[in-house]
């Protein structure tokens, strides 16, 4: 299946922005659509953006306009740009497929505060 490993969060002020980073390994995106999730304590594990396999992309409305995701197939990996980053971004990010899940990487943390 392959191994996820993300990467790129931090601690940023509000307005700030990050570039996240999900490594694959195997055939984990091989084939498939991949997306980034996120999770905020004491919350689900929403999905915040996704990319298919050709390109195309669709966004959580509260994202919209803000979180660019793309993807480089040569290199098994999948990013997320986030702009203008609020309060409510704070949670820890994974990727994963958009369908046919596999295990769950470690996540990576973002914190936007003053």
């Known amino acids: 299946q392959g191994r996820l490993v993300e990467s790129g969060g931090g601690l940023v002020q509000p307005g700030g922005s990050l570039r996240l980073s999900c490594a694959a390994s195997g055939s984990a995106f091989a084939s498939y659509g991949a997306a980034w999730y996120r999770q905020a304590p004491g919350k689900q594990r929403d999905l915040v953006a996704g990319i298919t396999r050709g390109g195309a992309t669709n966004y959580a409305d509260s994202v919209k306009g803000r979180f660019t995701i793309s993807r480089d197939n040569a290199k098994n990996t999948v990013y997320l740009q986030m702009n203008n980053l609020k309060p409510e971004d704070t949670a820890v990010y994974y990727c994963?497929?958009?369908?046919?899940?596999?295990?769950w990487g470690q996540g990576t943390q973002v914190t936007v505060s003053s």
């Open positions: 994963n497929r958009l369908t046919y899940r596999i295990t």
